[in-house]
């Protein structure tokens, strides 16, 4: 049975289910996705990206929240156990993570989007929500669900579906919204070449968030159905919503609706971190004066696991050895020690020594950086030890052959990688 709102004034957030899609990989972000998945990987300093979606939810008044988990899924499901695990039973709160499990088939995996809900059937209807909100878990973004939730019930929607709006040809890369006046969806379009503008504004296009809003009862049925389909790739994307918009009511809810921005937030800030030129340069622009993303807001906090360091610490006030880092963040448990770091993000317990300079650098936990180094515009994975004077960032061509290094110039260090330049370098004999 589904039951209905716990009461005429209550907000429908509090009748609805979370369901977060966090299996995928994330392949364009290359090495970081190699020992995790793409909603796994670090954001902001000490959160991981899959904190967004989650904390969206739980700021938006939702106490039902499931997290589906598929690719590489360790280091994902430890983290949602140490930072995630203050839901209470007794208060009608519930948080799950649902790996594929051979629930339904024994070939085990999820095969699509709408199937890694399917197979979880029996959990949802234990729970008996009213409302499912289907979630991306790979997306940098602050939004209330509840403005979705109401447009959803006022305009009597099959589904309603998250947009932003971009500029017309970079739609190009997205699941695009053709609507009418009223944002009725006319047709949903995966990556067209030419993709539809917005009416009275032609030179924008509606691109899909992967937010989805379903009352629960209709989205089983037709999930029943679509497994029941040996053509469907079993995706809501290309499956689930276009049927939908063929034969039902789907409309559109633009994310300025719902984007939850603080005072000195300029823009409806929404994030898709997919390849390493963009995650770097999402976190680098954390280091602005004024960021596009405050990740200072109390009344809109990112929830995530806060490990038990010690403050951040800097050392040395020598000439040419001075422990510094200006316009930059730094988390905690770190150590500058006569290290020169600007406009860089390093996160928890990375330790930068003597003499090095950083600058345009992502450095992600327990990362160290040997005295001398030279680093700009690098992204370092955990852990990884830089070698004493290593530079890069100066020579291309040597940072292409040493390292991956993007178009836009950005290169992404990993340990594997460090190692094999160690021993091309060690004497032989």
């Given at each position: 049975m589904i039951r209905t709102s716990p009461g005429v004034?209550?907000?429908?957030?509090?009748?609805?289910?979370?369901?977060?899609?966090a299996g995928g990989r994330g392949s364009r972000l290359m090495e970081l996705t190699d020992i995790r998945a793409k909603p796994a990987v670090y954001f902001g300093g000490k959160s991981r990206i899959i904190d967004f979606a989650l904390s969206n939810a739980l700021n938006s008044g939702i106490r039902r929240i499931g997290v589906a988990t598929q690719y590489k899924a360790h280091s994902?499901?430890?983290?949602?156990?140490?930072?995630?695990n203050f839901?209470?039973?007794?208060?009608?709160?519930?948080f799950d993570i649902l790996p594929a499990s051979q629930r339904v088939t024994e070939t085990g995996w999820y095969s699509g989007t709408a199937d890694a809900v399917y197979q979880n059937t029996d959990i949802i209807e234990s729970y008996a929500p009213r409302f499912m909100v289907i979630l991306a878990g790979d997306h940098v973004y602050k939004m209330d669900y509840e403005p979705m939730l109401q447009q959803h019930v006022e305009q009597g929607a099959d589904v309603t579906v998250g947009c932003i709006e971009v500029p017309?040809?970079?739609?190009?890369?997205?699941?695009?919204?053709?609507?009418?006046?009223?944002?009725?969806?006319?047709?949903?379009?995966?990556?067209p070449a030419d993709p539809p503008g917005i009416p009275g504004d032609p030179d924008h296009a509606l691109a899909s968030m992967g937010i989805y809003v379903f009352e629960t009862r209709f989205l089983l049925d037709h999930l029943r159905r679509d497994a029941?389909?040996?053509?469907?790739?079993?995706?809501?994307?290309k499956d689930i919503v276009p049927d939908i918009v063929k034969g039902g009511k789907a409309v559109a809810h633009r994310f300025a609706r719902s984007c939850v921005r603080a005072s000195s937030e300029a823009e409806a800030y929404w994030r898709d971190a997919g390849t390493v030129d963009a995650y770097w340069e999402a976190n680098i622009d954390l280091?602005?004066?004024?960021?596009?993303?405050d990740l200072y807001d109390q009344e809109w906090p990112i929830w995530t696991y806060g490990e038990i360091t010690p403050p951040a610490k800097f050392v040395h006030d020598e000439k040419g050895r001075r422990g510094q880092a200006i316009s930059s963040l730094v988390s905690g448990g770190c150590i500058v020690s006569g290290s020169d770091v600007h406009r860089s993000l390093l996160f928890t317990g990375v330790h930068a020594h003597s003499f090095s300079k950083i600058e345009g650098a992502v450095i992600l936990p327990y990362a160290w950086v040997g005295r001398s180094a030279r680093l700009r515009n690098v992204v370092i994975d955990r852990g990884v030890r830089i070698p004493e004077g290593l530079v890069v960032g100066e020579d291309p061509d040597q940072d292409a052959a040493r390292f991956r290094r993007t178009s836009r110039g950005v290169c992404l260090i990993t340990q594997p990688m460090i190692d094999?330049?160690?021993l091309a370098n060690k004497p032989q004999g």
């Amino acid at each position: 049975m589904i039951r209905t709102s716990p009461g005429v004034n209550a907000p429908l957030a509090r009748s609805a289910m979370a369901y977060v899609l966090a299996g995928g990989r994330g392949s364009r972000l290359m090495e970081l996705t190699d020992i995790r998945a793409k909603p796994a990987v670090y954001f902001g300093g000490k959160s991981r990206i899959i904190d967004f979606a989650l904390s969206n939810a739980l700021n938006s008044g939702i106490r039902r929240i499931g997290v589906a988990t598929q690719y590489k899924a360790h280091s994902l499901i430890r983290h949602l156990q140490r930072g995630w695990n203050f839901f209470r039973p007794e208060r009608n709160e519930s948080f799950d993570i649902l790996p594929a499990s051979q629930r339904v088939t024994e070939t085990g995996w999820y095969s699509g989007t709408a199937d890694a809900v399917y197979q979880n059937t029996d959990i949802i209807e234990s729970y008996a929500p009213r409302f499912m909100v289907i979630l991306a878990g790979d997306h940098v973004y602050k939004m209330d669900y509840e403005p979705m939730l109401q447009q959803h019930v006022e305009q009597g929607a099959d589904v309603t579906v998250g947009c932003i709006e971009v500029p017309r040809m970079e739609a190009t890369a997205f699941g695009v919204m053709h609507v009418d006046t009223e944002d009725r969806i006319t047709s949903f379009l995966e990556k067209p070449a030419d993709p539809p503008g917005i009416p009275g504004d032609p030179d924008h296009a509606l691109a899909s968030m992967g937010i989805y809003v379903f009352e629960t009862r209709f989205l089983l049925d037709h999930l029943r159905r679509d497994a029941e389909n040996p053509n469907s790739n079993h995706d809501f994307g290309k499956d689930i919503v276009p049927d939908i918009v063929k034969g039902g009511k789907a409309v559109a809810h633009r994310f300025a609706r719902s984007c939850v921005r603080a005072s000195s937030e300029a823009e409806a800030y929404w994030r898709d971190a997919g390849t390493v030129d963009a995650y770097w340069e999402a976190n680098i622009d954390l280091t602005d004066f004024v960021p596009g993303l405050d990740l200072y807001d109390q009344e809109w906090p990112i929830w995530t696991y806060g490990e038990i360091t010690p403050p951040a610490k800097f050392v040395h006030d020598e000439k040419g050895r001075r422990g510094q880092a200006i316009s930059s963040l730094v988390s905690g448990g770190c150590i500058v020690s006569g290290s020169d770091v600007h406009r860089s993000l390093l996160f928890t317990g990375v330790h930068a020594h003597s003499f090095s300079k950083i600058e345009g650098a992502v450095i992600l936990p327990y990362a160290w950086v040997g005295r001398s180094a030279r680093l700009r515009n690098v992204v370092i994975d955990r852990g990884v030890r830089i070698p004493e004077g290593l530079v890069v960032g100066e020579d291309p061509d040597q940072d292409a052959a040493r390292f991956r290094r993007t178009s836009r110039g950005v290169c992404l260090i990993t340990q594997p990688m460090i190692d094999k330049l160690q021993l091309a370098n060690k004497p032989q004999g």
